[in-house]
């Protein structure tokens, strides 16, 4: 399976952006999927996840009401929604997956199996 992470750019403080993640493979709808993001000199922070089975998504209480995660499984697709933002959001976001047929969310990274490139997000103040 790959992993394609986009959306990312420079926005202003206050403003907002949409990062898509698009997976390949037949095996998204059974995926656990999560966004991630690093900052430079820091370590990877859990940003968001959302299971395939339903139920609620679990955030990071950095961004929690103001990022949310969707996913559109007839697009194998994987949306995280950015509002609000700060200069603190300033990151590179990754996009990852857990193996198929985990229905458990996790914020541990190392959880996560197969992992997208990452996409630069920039805020400034």
């Known amino acids: 399976v790959q992993l394609q992470a986009f959306g990312g750019g420079l926005v202003q403080a206050g403003g907002y952006l949409r990062l898509s993640c698009a997976v390949s493979g037949d095996t998204f709808s059974r995926r656990v999927m999560g966004w991630f993001r690093q900052a430079p000199g820091k370590n990877r922070e859990f940003v968001a996840a959302l299971s395939w089975a339903g139920g609620s998504p679990i955030y990071g209480d950095s961004v929690r009401g103001r990022f949310s995660i969707s996913r559109e499984n007839a697009k194998n697709t994987v949306y995280l929604q950015m509002n609000s933002l700060k200069p603190e959001d300033t990151a590179v976001y990754y996009c990852?997956?857990?193996?198929?047929?985990?229905?458990?969310?996790?914020?541990?990274?190392?959880?996560?199996?197969?992992w997208g490139q990452g996409t630069l997000v920039t805020v400034s103040s």
């Open positions: 990852a997956a857990r193996p198929s047929g985990i229905t458990v969310l996790t914020r541990t990274s190392g959880s996560y199996r197969d």
